[in-house]
């Protein structure tokens, strides 16, 4: 399967961002769906996970009450709304298959990412 992120770009802290993760060739309805980031010189790091059918969310520390991941599982896409960005979001961002429908906070395949810089 095919992941397509996109969305991504300069902002200055405070504003938003909608991130979003375009998939094919694969049954996109089966599977939950990880955001994950990663920062130069820095580990990797989980941002938020749906569930495959879109009933269960999770949202890692860094990024709960400030973000919001969602699913439209009619277009095979998943979204990332970015809201009250900080500078310590600066990243790569990825979505990422789960291997199976529930959120486990592992990777079988992701996106090419898309950057978003946070100018304080």
């Known amino acids: 399967g095919q992941l397509v992120d996109s969305g991504g770009g300069l902002v200055q802290a405070g504003e938003s961002l909608r991130l979003s993760c375009v998939t094919s060739g694969f049954t996109f309805d089966r599977y939950a769906i990880e955001w994950f980031r990663q920062a130069p010189g820095k580990e990797r790091e989980g941002v938020a996970c749906?569930?495959?059918?879109?009933?269960?969310?999770y949202y890692f520390d860094w990024v709960k009450g400030r973000f919001t991941i969602s699913r439209d599982n009619g277009k095979n896409t998943a979204y990332l709304q970015m809201n009250n960005l900080k500078p310590e979001d600066t990243a790569v961002y990825h979505c990422a298959t789960d291997p199976g429908p529930s959120c486990s906070h592992t990777y079988d395949s992701w996106g090419q990412g898309t950057q978003v810089t946070v100018s304080s």
């Open positions: 749906i569930s495959s059918d879109g009933s269960f969310t």
